[in-house]
């Protein structure tokens, strides 16, 4: 049992290192350019290795944007079934908090997957899950019924605009905190679009 969970632990650090050594590449380099043997070379590796883990370079591309997408599902989790009160605007919701801390966390995925290429379609499968994410809540809370404007609009609204906005502050070199920026969210969130510009009906 011990030698297989060191196995897997060494399976699953290859992986990262090569996940690693793409993410490097692209930096530099357009992906259709990159070759199996400069991915290779940059994770120090040799290619039967590589291709004992991946097809190819396009399946190494999918399994990354899935590890990482599995990795902010899961420290989203339970974040569903956060009741954010409409007075709440000094603490983050904590789908948002948990977005810009794993963009934090893994910002040079980020920044190459959104700011650098459309290669693997990142952008689309992050608004996906962002607006999976907020579908739960509204289940789980049972509002359904109590929305003022369509559930399908109001989802693309929050998972576009939060993409978005992610998009600028990674571009911007993060110069505001995950937990700032969280908050910022949840207070527009919270108080809607004309009152967070001043507008008071």
């Not at 050594?21 to 290795?49: C, F, G, P, W």
């Not at 989790?77 to 789908?95: F, H, K």
């Not at 290429?117 to 109590?146: I, M």
Request: aromatic share 10%; net charge neutral.
């Amino acid at each position: 049992m011990g030698e297989k969970r060191s196995l897997d632990r060494r399976i699953a650090r290859t992986r990262v290192m090569i996940f690693d050594a793409l993410l490097a590449i692209m930096q530099k380099q357009s992906y259709a350019e990159i070759s199996i043997v400069d991915i290779a070379d940059k994770a120090n590796i040799n290619r039967s290795t590589f291709y004992a883990h991946f097809v190819d370079k396009e399946d190494l591309l999918e399994q990354m944007i899935t590890h990482n997408l599995e990795l902010l599902k899961e420290s989203i989790r339970g974040a569903e079934s956060y009741n954010l009160s409409e007075s709440a605007v000094n603490e983050p919701d904590p789908i948002y908090l948990a977005l810009f801390q794993h963009a934090f966390e893994y910002s040079l995925f980020y920044r190459v997957m959104l700011l650098q290429t459309t290669e693997g379609g990142f952008r689309q499968k992050l608004q996906e899950a962002l607006r999976s994410s907020f579908f739960q809540r509204l289940t789980k809370l049972g509002l359904e019924q109590k929305l003022h404007v369509p559930q399908e609009l109001l989802l693309d609204y929050v998972s576009l605009s939060s993409c978005g906005v992610l998009e600028r502050w990674l571009d911007g070199h993060q110069v505001y905190s995950p937990h700032h920026m969280a908050l910022q969210l949840t207070r527009v969130a919270s108080m809607g679009i004309y009152r967070s510009m001043g507008i008071h009906a």
